[in-house]
C-alpha cells in the first residue's frame, strides 16, 4: 500500500495513544483543524454546529470501545448522536483487533448448533485436539479439522456471514457504530486518515470468500478469524478473535 495517496495528511499536535487523541480533538472542534475536516466528512456545515461533546461508549454487542459524538445543532433544538470505531495503527500493513470473545458468547449471539460449537471450541483450543500429533498441542488449526467439520463450519460461516459481519464491525443497538475513523501514524506527530460510512466498511471487509487461510485460521472476506494466542498461556488465549488491517480504507 502507498500510504502517500492517504487521504487527508495533517499534523496531530496532541499525542497519539489511544481513542482519548480522537475525543480530545472533537471537544476542542473549534479550534482543532482535524476535527472541523473529520465533521464536514461527516457532511455537517460547521456554521450550522453549536457544540460538540465526545465520550467513549462500550455497548453490549461490541468488544471494542468506541467513540459517540453530540452534536449539537444551532436554533433546530437538534441533537445528532454519531457513533465512531476509532482504529488508531502505527504499521500499515498490521493487523488490529475488532472482536473477541469466548466461543458460547457467539453462541448467544449467532443461535451456533452445537456441532459448530463444538469445532470452534478444538480450534480455539478450549476443547483439546482429537487428531494424533497435532502442530500445536493445545488446539486445532482450520486445516487438521476432519473434512465433514470443515465443510460444515464453512457452511455456517457462509451462511451467517451477514450477520457475523456486521456484528464484529458495526455492533448492535443504540451504539452500533455509523462510521470507522482509521488513524495511521507516520513519524512522531504526522498523520494520515480516512472516515468511511459503516456500510461501506461493512462491504470492504464483508465481501470475498468464506476460506480457510494457509496458515489454518479462517476469512471471512478480508476479515481473519482466529484463535487469540498469546497471553501467557493464561486461558483468555483460547478466546476467539477477529482481526482486519484497518490501513485498507486509507486508500479507497
Request: hydrophobic share 40%; proline share 3%; with cysteine.
Amino acid at each position: 500500500m502507498d500510504i502517500k495517496q492517504a487521504k487527508g495528511s495533517k499534523t496531530a499536535k496532541d499525542g497519539f495513544k489511544n481513542e482519548d487523541f480522537v475525543i480530545q480533538c472533537f471537544n476542542d472542534w473549534k479550534n482543532n483543524e482535524l476535527a472541523k475536516e473529520w465533521l464536514r466528512e461527516m457532511n455537517y456545515n460547521l456554521d450550522d454546529i453549536e457544540y460538540v461533546q465526545a465520550a467513549k461508549v462500550k455497548g453490549s454487542f461490541k468488544a471494542d470501545v468506541q467513540v459517540e459524538i453530540r452534536i449539537i445543532i444551532k436554533l433546530k433544538s437538534l441533537t445528532d448522536i454519531q457513533n465512531l470505531q476509532v482504529k488508531l495503527v502505527s504499521n500499515p500493513q498490521g493487523f488490529n483487533q475488532i472482536d473477541k470473545r469466548w466461543v458460547k458468547n457467539y453462541e448467544e449471539m449467532w443461535e451456533i448448533p452445537e456441532n459448530i460449537l463444538r469445532i470452534l471450541k478444538h480450534f480455539t483450543g478450549e476443547e483439546a485436539p482429537y487428531i494424533d500429533n497435532p502442530r500445536d498441542e493445545r488446539r486445532m488449526f482450520a486445516d487438521e479439522l476432519s473434512p465433514k467439520d470443515q465443510k460444515d463450519i464453512l457452511e455456517f460461516l457462509q451462511n451467517n456471514k451477514t450477520l457475523i459481519v456486521s456484528d464484529i464491525l458495526k455492533g448492535r443497538g443504540k451504539f452500533a457504530a455509523e462510521w470507522m475513523l482509521v488513524i495511521l501514524k507516520i513519524q512522531d506527530k504526522e498523520i494520515k486518515w480516512a472516515l468511511k460510512p459503516m456500510n461501506f466498511v461493512l462491504n470492504h471487509f464483508g465481501n470475498g470468500e468464506v476460506q480457510i487461510t494457509p496458515r489454518g485460521s479462517f476469512k471471512i472476506g478480508r476479515i481473519t478469524m482466529q484463535r487469540k494466542g498469546g497471553d501467557g498461556g493464561r486461558s483468555t488465549a483460547n478466546m476467539l478473535q477477529f482481526k482486519i488491517n484497518p490501513c485498507e480504507v486509507l486508500d479507497i
